[in-house]
């Protein structure tokens, strides 16, 4: 069983900086695409940056420019760096490794960006 455990979430004004972690118990990175969600209050869950196996990445708008994604293969682990946070970056933000009907996901992290 593939556990996945989030880190780094807190609490930052507006402006500052994050870096949240996703470590897997095993390397999954050959075959499976990752990403990073987020969940506000009231909203539905949203994805906000996803990496393939091919190193092809794409970001939601609203995080392009300031948001990072990237992977650390002999740590077993996925990273999403946060810069120029907003108050509406305020979330529960999850990792998800998938790859074809196998879909693993870590149990959150609050990120509250407030003054």
């Known amino acids: 069983q593939v556990q996945l455990v989030e880190s780094g979430g807190g609490v930052v004004q507006p402006g500052g900086s994050l870096r949240l972690s996703c470590a897997a118990t095993r390397n999954m990175f050959d075959i499976y695409s990752e990403a990073w969600y987020r969940q506000a209050p009231g909203r539905v869950r949203e994805l906000v940056a996803a990496i393939t196996p091919g190193d092809n990445i794409n970001y939601a708008d609203a995080v392009k420019g300031r948001f990072t994604i990237s992977r650390d293969i002999a740590k077993n682990t996925l990273y999403l760096q946060m810069s120029a946070l907003k108050p509406e970056d305020t979330a529960v933000y999850f990792c998800?490794?998938?790859?074809?009907?196998?879909?693993?996901w870590g149990r959150g992290t609050q990120v509250t960006v407030s003054s």
């Open positions: 998800d490794y998938r790859y074809g009907p196998n879909d693993y």
